[in-house]
């Protein structure tokens, strides 16, 4: 039943390693999101996906890959992590851009990287 | 560049009280406003949506304002609860269809 989903939920993992954090949503919407949370509460957007397509892109580090196999799908892979990596990741999702947005959030995983 | 701000950053107040939490941002060309609850450990709660075109909206014993000249936005809370505590988020959704966020405010209601 739930909306987004994002696994794993929590993840603790040795610096160097490469990890991925999977999101889906059963809402039929288009475009899909990913965000970093930092230890500040503020949420920042990393990627935006439409309709599979990589609509937004912020300054990430390419070592963050996100691969959407389909538009339910957008997981986000991880390389050579590094201990700065380690925040709280939100998936989200919208219906067809017309102005009057909300987006659904998954319930966030949290990545703690020793 | 649009920019969100919150005031205050924290916010601790006695259980009944009623309580004002402050948003303004910098663009005024923005499609809509939302505001959001984060609980520690849980994903986002959307609480209410104000599209361009409205002053406010309420949802129970909330009430969100929006004044786009000012660029600001106000989420009233009426007599406050501790299962209100949390922090609160504030977005907008910009011209480039973007949702640019607020940093919160962090809510304590005290029994």
């Known amino acids: 039943d739930t909306a987004v989903s994002q696994t794993p939920k929590y993840l603790v993992t040795q610096m160097g390693n490469d990890k991925s954090i999977k999101c889906e949503q059963n809402l039929g919407h288009d475009t899909m999101y990913w965000y970093k949370q930092d230890s500040k509460k503020f949420l920042k957007i990393m990627f935006s996906y439409n309709n599979k397509e990589l609509i937004i892109n912020e300054t990430v580090p390419n070592r963050f890959s996100p691969k959407s196999p389909d538009k339910a799908h957008l997981n986000l892979h991880i390389n050579s992590l590094e201990l700065g990596d380690s925040a709280v990741y939100f998936c989200?999702?919208?219906?067809?851009?017309?102005?009057?947005?909300?987006?659904?959030f998954g319930p966030g995983t949290r990545l703690l990287v020793l | 560049k649009q920019e969100v701000t919150q005031i205050p950053a924290a916010l601790s107040v006695p259980e009944g009280e009623n309580l004002v939490l402050n948003c303004s941002f910098t663009d005024s060309a923005i499609y809509n406003l939302q505001w959001f609850r984060q609980d520690p450990g849980k994903g986002l709660t959307s609480l209410l949506l104000i599209q361009s075109s409205q002053r406010e909206q309420t949802s129970g014993r909330l009430n969100a304002s929006l004044d786009k000249s000012s660029g600001r936005s106000t989420l009233y809370i009426a007599a406050s609860q501790p299962g209100d505590s949390a922090t609160y988020l504030c977005?907008?959704?910009?011209?480039?269809?973007?949702?640019?966020w607020g940093a919160g405010t962090k809510l304590i209601i005290k029994p």
């Open positions: 989200a999702s919208s219906p067809p851009t017309s102005g009057v947005e909300t987006q659904y």
């Open positions: 977005a907008v959704f910009d011209s480039n269809y973007q949702l640019i």
